[in-house]
Structure formats: structure tokens, C-alpha cells
């Protein structure tokens, strides 16, 4: 089916590690990028292809790919990282699609 | 630094067409292996994609929106446009235009412009 299954909602501890996860066929063939939105912004841009990140994007953040489950992980979560968390992929025909977001909670 | 900015009416009345265009500055929209999208987010809702096109003038539409959305490109100016056909209030959303890449990713936004549809 063409569609990325997100968790609505992950919390972590200051400092703790956390893996945000998408699930979708499409995830099989192509590879997930990630994004991060903050109330009032547009979303930014913080991994893709096999685990990439833009300038700018602090190395605690990565991303890994096992079957059809992408996974973010950010490694020791700081307060700045609380944000909504997209994942998108592309199917054959190249339409995009993306997941239901995920709503971090830093504690 | 590739900036890009979304223009157009921010009130638009059910069964009008929706039009708005991005302006890409910074670069130009003809360089590189880029394509252009559309994509909106309704207040306190996901992200949607609408489409994309290359400036070969190539274009691929949302399944669910594909029959009311038309993407345009203008290299001359540096833009490109989405047209939305007969609206209703479930089209009211934060619309954003940004460069993808690779076929797999957007790495330039614009900062989004909220459209209304109401009468």
C-alpha cells in the first residue's frame, strides 16, 4: 500500500536516546528522508538517503533502514530537538508521500 | 543560498481555483537535477504532497488530488505555479513549495503561505 505509518507520539528524557520510526512498503525500494517541524515553521530538512545529513543538522541525529521500517534516531535529545517528525518516500511512479508525523516530547 | 517564497490570494471562495506561485531565488530554478514541489499542511494536521515538476516541464500528482491540480514552470522568471480547481473548505491549509532531489528529498522550503477557502 502507499502509505508511511508513524507513531503519533514518542517522549524522551533529556539527554536519552530515541528512535522515531516509519513504516510503509514503499520503504522496501527507496529510501526514507526525515524531517523536523516546529510549531509556526516550515519543516527542515535532517536526513536522507542511507543516512545523510544537511549541513547544519548536529550529528546526533541518524538514520538507519531494515525491510519496511525506516527509523530517526537522535542520540542524547536536547530540548531543541522537541518537534513534529515527518518521514517521506516516493514510489515507483515517483509520487511522494509522507507519514502522519511523530510528536516529540522532550522531558 | 537557495530561498524560496509562495505568493498568491490568501482567501479563495469554494469552487474557485486556488492559484499561487513560488518564486526560487538564490539559484537558477533550470540548474541541476532539481524538481519543484507543491505541498500543504491543514492547521494542526500532516504534511501532504500535491505534485512536482522538472523544468523539462515533466510533472507527478497526489492520486487523490491529480484531477483538480495543475503544476506550471516559467524558467524566464524563475517560478513555478500550482493551480487547485474547484475548492471546498477541506483545501484550507498552510501551502509550501520547496526543492526536491535525488528523487528523494526536499532540502530548500519556502516559509509557506496560508490559504483560506471560504466565502
Known amino acids: 500500500s502507499s502509505e508511511l505509518t508513524q507513531d503519533p507520539a514518542v517522549s524522551v528524557a533529556l539527554g536519552q536516546t530515541v528512535r522515531i520510526t516509519c513504516q510503509g512498503d514503499s520503504l522496501r525500494s527507496y529510501y526514507a528522508s526525515w524531517y523536523q517541524q516546529k510549531p509556526g515553521q516550515a519543516p527542515v530538512l535532517v536526513i536522507y538517503g542511507k543516512n545523510n545529513r544537511p549541513s547544519g543538522i548536529p550529528d546526533r541525529f541518524s538514520g538507519s533502514s531494515s525491510g519496511n521500517t525506516a527509523s530517526l534516531t537522535i542520540t542524547g535529545a536536547q530540548a531543541e530537538d522537541e518537534a513534529d517528525y515527518y518521514c517521506n518516500s516516493r514510489d515507483s511512479s515517483g509520487n511522494h508521500l509522507f507519514g502522519g508525523g511523530t510528536q516529540l516530547t522532550v522531558l | 543560498q537557495v530561498q524560496l517564497q509562495e505568493s498568491g490570494p490568501g482567501l479563495v471562495k469554494p469552487s474557485q481555483t486556488l492559484s499561487l506561485t513560488c518564486t526560487v531565488s538564490?539559484?537558477?530554478?533550470?540548474?541541476?537535477?532539481?524538481?519543484w514541489s507543491w505541498i500543504r499542511q491543514p492547521a494542526g494536521k500532516g504534511l501532504e504532497w500535491i505534485g512536482r515538476?522538472?523544468?523539462?516541464?515533466?510533472?507527478n500528482y497526489n492520486p487523490s488530488l491529480k484531477s483538480r491540480v495543475t503544476i506550471s514552470v516559467d524558467t524566464s522568471k524563475n517560478q513555478f505555479s500550482l493551480k487547485l480547481s474547484s475548492v471546498t473548505a477541506a483545501d484550507t491549509a498552510v501551502y509550501y513549495c520547496?526543492?526536491?532531489?535525488?528523487?528523494?528529498?526536499?532540502?530548500?522550503w519556502g516559509q509557506g503561505t496560508l490559504v483560506t477557502v471560504s466565502s
Open positions: 520547496a526543492r526536491g532531489y535525488g528523487g528523494d528529498h526536499f532540502d530548500y
Open positions: 538564490g539559484g537558477s530554478i533550470s540548474s541541476g537535477s532539481y524538481y
Open positions: 515538476i522538472y523544468t523539462s516541464g515533466s510533472t
